[in-house]
């Protein structure tokens, strides 16, 4: 699992048919243990982004690789759409930088301490998508 422009890909929720089972570490990876043979729907997802999915089958006692999916950034209200409020409310925090009393993390899209002109960019370069996206290294809605 890997994030839009950014390097370290920790504490990205993973669910399992809406539970969530796992937290990836900086390196994207993940581990759910004791799922169900059976059909299953996994999520990855952390505040900013669009939903990504899968539809898995697990068989009884296999492993199963997701390979890799890329979350896209700039879902900062949370609404599985990109639009014109995601805009609004990136450019209300420009210039707002982790210490401030008023900073809010998930603005921060690109993760380098500060709602900068680069965070409202990503924002404009995702307008229009939609969640959650298919699992995969170039998501599709
Ligand atoms: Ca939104």
């Known amino acids: ?3 839009q422009r950014r390097t370290a890909w920790a504490d990205t929720a ?3 048919d809406g539970v969530v089972r796992a937290v990836t570490g900086q390196d994207g990876l993940f581990v ?11 999520e990855a997802w952390q505040p900013g982004t669009l939903r990504s999915r899968a539809v898995i089958v697990v068989a009884n006692g296999r492993v ?14 949370p609404n599985g759409r ?3 409020v995601d805009y609004l409310i990136g450019s209300a ?5 982790q210490g401030d009393d008023d900073f809010q993390g998930w603005l921060d899209l690109t993760a ?14 995702n307008m229009g998508r939609t969640g959650p996206t298919r699992w995969s290294p170039v998501p599709s809605p």
Do not use: F, K, W
């Open 1 to 3: 699992m890997r994030i």
């Open 14 to 16: 993973i669910s399992v």
């Open 32 to 42: 759910v243990l004791g799922a169900s043979a059976g059909e299953h729907v996994v």
């Open 64 to 77: 199963v690789d997701l390979s890799e999916t890329l979350l896209l950034l700039g879902d900062v209200y």
């Open 82 to 84: 990109i639009d014109v």
């Open 93 to 97: 925090a420009l210039g707002r930088c």
């Open 112 to 125: 380098n301490g500060c709602v900068g002109p680069e965070d409202i960019q990503v924002i404009v370069d």
